[in-house]
């Protein structure tokens, strides 16, 4: 945990309330997001035994699997799931909009899809489920003696291309609500039970006349809360292995249909209360305003959607079990960017969240006391000159200056224009004064006057850090270009009969 997170966990401990870590809402929320809860079965990692699903909070819609251990029942369960999903899916697939790539002479304008098809779970070990359900259903045959319907494998590729993304901390498509809730309130319980969905919102929203402490223990009865999922309460785990005993050993088809629907029942009574948290959770996180950086994110969470699916159309190939050593490279490069942007994003957006880096010394805040508006130095040409204008800050006596001389700085204020630290001076009561040569977002002018708004003037307080979003990514060579001592140029995946027959546990 950071200081600051810290110091909110404390704060929130003695006031009976959760604090909050951020000023705007720093993940996108879809209009209409697919909200899945999953159960499985006691003792098995990915065995489905029922789920809640759905974009309806008022009407959430019940798979169930009365009898997990069937391998018929596990894929018509896969295939109901399909049919709920990929519709969702193509309800996304509709209007789209331009946009462009490249820059120069490599600019193409594409289309991509004005909507992407967001999937809300209650909690990390739901992301995991989503995960290893894509896996176990992507690589099945359409035909042969292990034939399965063609929308469970379809289900499987948009699975795991949710769980591969749930990975980037900047996208939006796969999101876990324990996590989002976490990283926007710290309440005064420890992270793990923060994985608890009713005790993390007993703790945000404590119901009238309780605090969040009184609340969150009442949230952990699993008779009243039962678990988020996947996993289920070991009390209820004993209720439902005497139904699934009694529908397995009734004869009567009348009889054991009727011990069907108990069973549904209890499932669905198992997974109602984490439903109705979901939504509450969306309620709370909607009442934040979102982040300026949040719609550029989703922009690229619809770039990948529409890619993905143009893939699917034209390939229709499955991701393959391991990545090659070029395309391994290449993502573990893409999630180090992803995730200095993200945290980037992150402080531009939310003053709360760049007061972490002050206390590390990656950012500082200042009062302009002075500007030279006039200043030019020698350029790269002999004889030549460029307009540098200067600004001086003054720290207040608390503040830590942790960048040095000559360190590239930007303000979120003016994220357009680069900054060089020219000078530090310590004051006599413990501030600064520092010194910043400023270089372009001056409306594209090469000399002065200055632009109205573009030069900071004297009085306005300025934040500048190290952190830069839009530095760019890592260059990585194509697959293509896999070198021979890393297996040479990967041969596209092909699924195999042995994928086909692998046991779904």
Partial sequence: MSVLSTVAALTASRTGRAEPLTTVRHQHLDEKPFVLVPLTLAGEACAPLAALAGTDPGHPILLTVRQPRNRAERFRFAERLAALLLAHIDGCRTETEPYTVGRGKEKEERLRFQRAPQLLVPNGESIAYVRLLGRLTRLRATAGPYAVDPSVPALGKWLTWYAELAEFPNSGVLLAMTRMLAAHWATGQSPSEDSHLASLLAWIDPPEGSDGAQAA???????????????????????????????????????????????????????????????????????????????????????????????????????????????????????????????????????????????????????????????????????????????????????????????????????????????????????????????????????????AGTLAEAGEELTYTTLNPTAMPSALPDEEHTPWTHGGPPQPYEPTNEDAEETWE
Avoid: C
């Fill in 217 to 451: 223990r009442q949230a952990e009865d699993p008779s009243v809360w039962p678990p988020a999922g996947p996993s289920t309460d070991p009390v209820f785990d004993r209720t439902l292995h005497e139904l699934m005993t009694r529908y397995d050993e009734t004869s009567d088809e009348r009889g054991r249909q009727a011990v069907g629907r108990q069973i549904d029942r209890e499932l669905h009574g198992q997974m109602l209360p984490t439903w109705r948290l979901m939504w509450r959770g969306v309620e709370l996180l909607r009442e934040l305003p979102e982040g300026s950086h949040v719609p550029g994110r989703w922009a690229l969470d619809r770039r990948w959607f529409s890619e993905y699916a143009e893939y699917l159309d034209a390939d229709a190939r499955p991701q393959a079990r391991r990545d090659q050593a070029v395309r391994a490279a290449r993502r573990l490069a893409r999630l180090e960017d992803a995730v200095a942007r993200y945290e980037a994003e992150r402080a531009y957006d939310d003053p709360l969240v760049m007061a972490e880096y002050e206390l590390t010394g990656e950012a500082f805040t200042g009062t302009v006391t002075a500007r030279d508006e006039n200043r030019f130095v020698s350029g790269d040409r002999p004889g030549s000159q460029v307009w540098r204008p200067t600004i001086t800050l003054r720290t207040s006596t608390d503040t830590r200056v942790g960048p040095a001389v000559g360190t590239e700085v930007k303000s979120p204020a003016r994220p357009g224009q680069g900054a060089r630290i020219l000078e530090i001076r310590r004051e006599e009561d413990g501030g600064h004064t520092v010194v910043l040569q400023l270089k372009g977002g001056f409306a594209n002018k090469r000399k002065p006057p200055a632009p």
